[in-house]
């Protein structure tokens, strides 16, 4: 289990960020019940807005995905505790601004801890 199965977890979070950020880019407005906040309008502003958020998941899910076919686990590891604060910081922002405190422990606290978990095992600190 050296690393195999960090890696493999590794994979589904990319995989799944790189998803995540599809649907966004796709159909903005009914992703944004899953992120934790209020859909401020309907318009083109703010579809835009969340497009970029699709763009920033798919980016660092590639980022993952590249580290993890061309350089070691360390590194991999050490990316994912960086990428990690990504999901600490929704989070905190979906606290900050009244959203769902259900959405943001269950969906990106959830996730940070995953993270850094996966990133802790890569480094080999466990």
């Known amino acids: 289990m050296h690393t ?20 966004y880019i796709a159909s903005p407005e009914k992703m944004t019940g899953s992120f934790g906040l ?3 309008s309907p318009d083109p502003d703010t579809r835009a807005w969340l497009r970029l958020k ?5 980016v660092s899910g590639l980022v993952a995905l590249t580290l ?7 590194t991999v590891g050490i990316a994912f505790l960086v990428e990690s604060l990504t999901a600490f910081g929704d989070m905190s922002n979906v606290l900050g601004s009244g959203g769902s ?3 943001a422990f269950s969906i990106h606290g959830v ?7 996966t990133g802790l095992f890569l480094i080999q600190v466990f």
């Open 4 to 23: 195999t199965v960090p890696l493999a977890v590794a994979v589904l979070l990319a995989a799944g960020i790189i998803i995540i950020g599809s649907f």
């Open 101 to 103: 405190k259900q959405a």
């Open 68 to 74: 993890m076919l061309t350089t070691n686990s360390r």
């Open 111 to 117: 996730t940070f801890t995953v993270m850094v978990i």
């Open 54 to 58: 699709g763009i920033r998941d798919i």
């Open 38 to 40: 209020k859909l401020p």
